[in-house]
C-alpha cells in the first residue's frame, strides 16, 4: 500500500475539460451574440436557488460532523481518501479525492467540535454522499457565477476553476528536487536555528508526510510479528487444530499491538515541537473559512495549506499527507522566512532565490542543447542587464528568470492580483527579453559584457536564423502562462512577438524526455506559435507538450469558429506522461516506458537527425528541423530511399516544404563531386522555386551534409535542362517493370507520390 501523492494530473480533469469547452464556447456556438447572452441571463436566474442548495448541503455536512467524534472522521477518510495499491491508482489518478480531503480538513478545522460519540456508518456514507454533491454543485457555482464577455473574465473563470479543483503543481520526485536544490542554499540558516541541514529538514518532513504509510507498514510487521508467535504459541503448548489462529493472535497481542486509529499520528521526534507548532491547526482555529459570501464555500480561505496538520489535544496528526508533499516548497519558506529577521537577511533569501532560478533553468537548457554556449547576467547598452543567453548553432535563447509568488488572492482569481502578479512575473520578463532581442537585430555586430564590464559574447546578426524569448518561473502560473494571448488583454503582450513563459519543473520534465536538440528546438518554435491561437485554451504546458509529443502540435490548418474558444486538447495527451513518472516513483508494478515523440512512427528518422547533429556544421539546425516536421510517410520513405541508396539501386533522391523554402537532395557519396552536387540542386532549386537547399551525402559509415543558396533569377539554360529533367523523369516511368499505385514514390525520382507527379 502506498500513500497518495499528488497527482502532475487534475482530478477532475475531464469535468474542467467538459466544463470549460461548453462555457468558453458560450455553450451556445449556433446562437448570435445577443442570443448567448439571453441565455446566459436566463440560466443566472437560478443562481440564488443554487446558493440555497450549497447551503443547505454545507449545513448538513456541520450537522453530521459535529454529531460524533471529530478524530475519527478524520481518521476514517483520511484512511478512505490517502491510500492506493499500485494496482489501483491508475483509477485513482482522476479521482476527486483530495478536493474531498482538503474540503472535510478545512471545514473541520474551521467548525470544532468536543463530541466523543462513536460514528456509525450510515453519518460516514452521509458524508461521503455530500463532499460529492458539494463537489459538483461548487462547479456549477463558478459556472454560473462567471461572466464570459472579454478575456479578463475568461482568465476569471479558469483560474478560479483550476485553485478549487487541482491538486499539485509537480510529480513529487520533482517538488523535492527542487526543494533540496533550493534550500541548501540556507544550511548555515536551518543549522543555526533548528541544528539541521536543508536536506535534513526536508527529509524529517517527508516522513512526517509518510507518517500514515510508516504507520500502516509498521502496524502490517506487528500483525505478521503477532502470527508468527502465535504459531510458535501453537506448536509450543500443543494447542488443538480447532483453536482459530486469528483468536490466539488477537488475545496475545491485545496489550501492545498499535491501533488503526493511530496510523495517523506525527512521531514527535521527527520534528521539533517549535515547527511542529508552527505547521499544525487545531480545531476551530480555521476561522477564515467561515467568511465568504457563502459560509465555508470550498474557495473561501484557508489555512491548511500553511498548516497541515491538525493538532488535537497536543497531539499531532497527519491526515493530509499530499498537501505537505504539493506545498512543500511554501511550507520549507515559511519555517525559514518565520525566523529571519525581514531586513538584510530576508532581502539576502530573495536574492539567492532569484539566483537559484537563473541557474537551474540554464543548466536545464544546456541539458536539452549540449554543447550550446551559455552566458549569464550580461550587460549591454547604458545600464540594461539580460539574465542569460544561450547560443545553439544559429539559434540565440534569451532567458529572463523571474522568482515572485503567485499570490493566493490571485490563485482564488481576483482579476486585479491576477493582473499585478503576472505583471511582475511575466511583463517585466516580457519587456527585459524583448529589449535584448531588439539590441541583438540593431547591429551587424552587438557585443555583451560582464559585470566587470569586460566584454564576453560578440554576436554577429547574420549568424543568427531564430531568437526565441523565455521567461523561467519559480511558480507554476497554469493557464495564464499556457495561453499568453489572454494577457494581450492587460496590455502585456504586444504586437507579434511571444515570449514562452515556463514554471521550473515543467522545464526540467522536458529536459528528461527530449531526445534529441532538434526535437527541441521544433518544440519551442511551434510552442511558440501556439499563442497565435487564441481559440484553443489548455490547463498546463505539460499537456501541451504531451500534444506535441504524439500530435506535433499543429494548428494552421485548423478551421475556427469566428466567435469563442476551443478547448482542443484535453489532459489525455499528458496521460503517458502521468503514467510514467508515476512509475518512476513506485505508484505502479506494470513498467511504464518513457513517452517519445517518436512513438507515432515506427520507421522514424531519428537516426538520421542524430548523425547530422554531430557534425555539428553550421545551419545543421535548420535541416534537422525539416526533417522533423515530415509526416510519418514522409520519414519512412526518407528511411526507404536511403536504404537504396545505401545499396546502390538508387543515385539521389529529393524532399522539399513549399512554405518552409527548403529542399533536400539525399546522394550517394560515390557518385557526385562537389561541382555535380551545387548543379544538381541547382536543377532543383529552379524547378521548384526554392532557393534553400541541402544535400545529404550518404555512405556506408557515414552521413554529411552541405547547404547551397540559389537566387533562381530566369535562365532559358535551366528552362531547358528542366524541360529536359521532365521528360526523363516520365521515361523512367513508362520503363517501369511493375504497375506503380497511386499512392507509391514516383519511378522518375522525383519524390512526389505517383499520383501527384507523372499519373
Known amino acids: 500500500m502506498i500513500v497518495d501523492l499528488p497527482k502532475k494530473d487534475d ?3 475531464e469535468d474542467i475539460e467538459k466544463i470549460t469547452r461548453e462555457l468558453a464556447n458560450q455553450s451556445f456556438p449556433e446562437l448570435d451574440e445577443n442570443e448567448q447572452k439571453e441565455r446566459f441571463e436566463k440560466i ?46 491508475t483509477e485513482d489518478m482522476d479521482s ?18 468536543s463530541n466523543s460519540k462513536e460514528c456509525d456508518e450510515k453519518i460516514l456514507h452521509n458524508i461521503d454522499e455530500m463532499l460529492e454533491k458539494l463537489k459538483m454543485q461548487s462547479l456549477l457555482y463558478l459556472m454560473f457565477t462567471s461572466d464570459f464577455n472579454g478575456e479578463p473574465n475568461q482568465i476569471k473563470f479558469l483560474q478560479s476553476l483550476h485553485h478549487m479543483v487541482v491538486r499539485g503543481d509537480s510529480y513529487s520526485e520533482h517538488k523535492i528536487q527542487m526543494c533540496r536544490e533550493l534550500f541548501s542554499k540556507f544550511n548555515e540558516i536551518t543549522k543555526k536555528i ?9 527529509d524529517n518532513l517527508i516522513n512526517v508526510a509518510n507518517t500514515p504509510l510508516i504507520n500502516d507498514h509498521q502496524q502490517k510487521e506487528n500483525q505478521l510479528l503477532d502470527m ?52 499544525s491547526i487545531k480545531i476551530g482555529e480555521n476561522a477564515d473559512f467561515k467568511n465568504g459570501k457563502i459560509e465555508y464555500f470550498p474557495m473561501n480561505n484557508t489555512l491548511i495549506y500553511d498548516k497541515p496538520l491538525v493538532n488535537i489535544n497536543d497531539e499531532y496528526y497527519c491526515f493530509n499527507s499530499a498537501s505537505i508533499y504539493y506545498n512543500l516548497h511554501n511550507l520549507l519558506e515559511n519555517i525559514i522566512l518565520t525566523n529571519i529577521p525581514p531586513s538584510k537577511h530576508q532581502k539576502n533569501y530573495y536574492k539567492k532565490k532569484g539566483e537559484y532560478l537563473e541557474d537551474q533553468s540554464l543548466k536545464l537548457i544546456q541539458q536539452i542543447l549540449p554543447g550550446c554556449d551559455v552566458y549569464k547576467n550580461l550587460k549591454y547598452g547604458i545600464d540594461d542587464e539580460v539574465d542569460g543567453i544561450v547560443i545553439y548553432d ?69 549568424d543568427i536564423n531564430n531568437i526565441y524569448l523565455i521567461n523561467a518561473t519559480l511558480e507554476p502560473l497554469n493557464h495564464i502562462s499556457s495561453d499568453l494571448s489572454s494577457l494581450k488583454e492587460f496590455g502585456f503582450i504586444q504586437d507579434d512577438e511571444w515570449i514562452w513563459s515556463i514554471y521550473l519543473n515543467d522545464l526540467r520534465i522536458i529536459s528528461e524526455i527530449i531526445e534529441l536538440p532538434s526535437e527541441f528546438l521544433v518544440y519551442i518554435e511551434r510552442r511558440i506559435k501556439y499563442n497565435e491561437f487564441p481559440q484553443i485554451k489548455m490547463a498546463e504546458e505539460i499537456d501541451i507538450f504531451g500534444y506535441f509529443l504524439s500530435e506535433g502540435l499543429f494548428f494552421d490548418d485548423i478551421d475556427f469558429p469566428k466567435s469563442g474558444f476551443l478547448l482542443n486538447i484535453d489532459s489525455s495527451f499528458s496521460k503517458n506522461i502521468d503514467l510514467y513518472y508515476h512509475w518512476k516513483e513506485g505508484a505502479l508494478n506494470k513498467i511504464q516506458k518513457k513517452p517519445t515523440f517518436f512513438d507515432g512512427c515506427k520507421n522514424n528518422i531519428k537516426f538520421l537527425v542524430e548523425k547530422i547533429e554531430k557534425t555539428n ?51 550517394s557519396k560515390r557518385i557526385y563531386t562537389y561541382d555535380q552536387l551545387y548543379q544538381q540542386c541547382e536543377l532543383y532549386a529552379y524547378e521548384r522555386k526554392i532557393n534553400n537547399w541541402f544535400v ?20 532559358e539554360l535551366l528552362e531547358k535542362k528542366v524541360a529536359g529533367l521532365k521528360e526523363y523523369r516520365l521515361q523512367q516511368t513508362l520503363e517501369a517493370k511493375k504497375k506503380v499505385g497511386r499512392n507509391e514514390t514516383c519511378p522518375c525520382g522525383s519524390g512526389e507520390k505517383y499520383k501527384r507527379c507523372c499519373l
Not at 443566472?44 to 453530521?64: A, F, H, Q, Y
Not at 555512405?699 to 533569377?713: G, H, L, R, V, W
Open 11 to 13: 482530478p477532475f480533469k
Open 44 to 89: 443566472k436566474e437560478n443562481l440564488p436557488k443554487l446558493e440555497d442548495e450549497i447551503r443547505e448541503l454545507i449545513d448538513s455536512l456541520k450537522i453530521d460532523i459535529l454529531s460524533c467524534d471529530t478524530k475519527q472522521i478524520l481518521d476514517y477518510f483520511s484512511a478512505l481518501y490517502s491510500f492506493s495499491t499500485p494496482d489501483t491508482v
Open 96 to 113: 476527486d479525492r483530495n478536493f474531498k480531503l482538503d474540503y472535510l480538513h478545512s471545514l473541520i478545522t474551521a467548525i470544532g467540535s
Open 194 to 202: 533548528y541544528k539541521l541541514t536543508a536536506d535534513q529538514l526536508i
Open 228 to 279: 508468527m508467535i502465535a504459531e510458535a504459541a501453537k506448536e509450543k503448548y500443543k494447542l488443538p487444530d480447532y483453536l482459530n489462529i486469528k483468536e490466539i493472535t488477537s488475545a496475545w497481542t491485545q496489550n501492545f499491538k498499535k491501533p488503526i486509529n493511530q496510523i495517523f499520528k506525527v512521531d514527535n521526534a521527527l520534528l521539533s515541537l517549535e515547527i511542529l507548532e508552527q505547521l
Open 394 to 462: 544559429n539559434h540565440i535563447f534569451i532567458v529572463e528568470a523571474k522568482s515572485n509568488k503567485f499570490t493566493l488572492g490571485a490563485r482564488q482569481g481576483d482579476i486585479n492580483k491576477i493582473k499585478s502578479n503576472t505583471k511582475d512575473i511575466v511583463e517585466q520578463a516580457y519587456k527585459q527579453a524583448i529589449r535584448a532581442k531588439k539590441h541583438i537585430l540593431s547591429n551587424e555586430l552587438v557585443e555583451f559584457r560582464d559585470k566587470n564590464k569586460k566584454t564576453i559574447l560578440t554576436i554577429n546578426r547574420k
Open 617 to 667: 556544421k553550421k545551419n545543421f539546425s535548420i535541416l534537422t528541423k525539416f526533417l522533423l516536421s515530415l509526416d510519418c510517410y514522409g520519414q519512412e520513405l526518407i528511411k526507404e530511399q536511403i536504404t537504396l541508396i545505401i545499396k546502390s539501386q538508387r543515385t539521389d533522391f529529393h524532399t522539399y516544404i513549399d512554405n518552409a523554402n527548403i529542399g533536400v537532395v539525399f546522394v
Open 696 to 715: 545529404i551525402i550518404i555512405a556506408n559509415d557515414s552521413i554529411d551534409f552541405e547547404q547551397f543558396y540559389y537566387e533562381n533569377k530566369p535562365s
